[in-house]
Nanobody, 123 residues
Framework: VQLQASGGGLVQAGGSLRLSCAAS????????MGWFRQTPGKEREFVSA????????YNGDSVEGRFTISRDNGKNTVYLQMNSLKPEDTAVYYC?????????????????WGQGTQVTVSS
């Protein structure tokens, strides 16, 4: 499985961005998919995840109510709509996928990773 993330950029505090992550490869369907983020010197932080059917969603506490994850299974793509962005949301955002059904908060439990996309929120 290959994951290609896109949509990062520079935005002012209070603004919005939408990240996309497309999965490809022979096992690209029926994957749980999620987003993590990482800043220098820190562990990868769980942001949000969605089951392959889209009926189970799990958000990290720091983004609850501001970020929305969704997916389009016809395109094997997951999205992260980020609203009301704050400077502390600045990080490299990584897309993750896993054939299992559990939406893990721990990065080590996810099998596939995208290359990361930089999100910078200015104050």
């Amino acid at each position: 499985v290959q994951l290609q993330a896109s949509g990062g950029g520079l935005v002012q505090a209070g603004g919005s961005l939408r990240l996309s992550c497309a999965a490809s490869g022979r096992a690209a369907s029926r994957l749980s998919m999620g987003w993590f983020r990482q800043t220098p010197g820190k562990e990868r932080e769980f942001v949000s995840a969605v089951s392959w059917r889209g009926n189970s969603i799990y958000n990290g506490d720091s983004v609850e109510g501001r970020f929305t994850i969704s997916r389009d299974n016809g395109k094997n793509t997951v999205y992260l709509q980020m609203n009301s962005l704050k400077p502390e949301d600045t990080a490299v955002y990584y897309c993750a996928a896993d054939p299992g059904t559990t939406l893990w908060r721990h990065a080590r439990s996810w099998n596939y990773w995208g290359q990361g996309t930089q999100v910078t929120v200015s104050s």
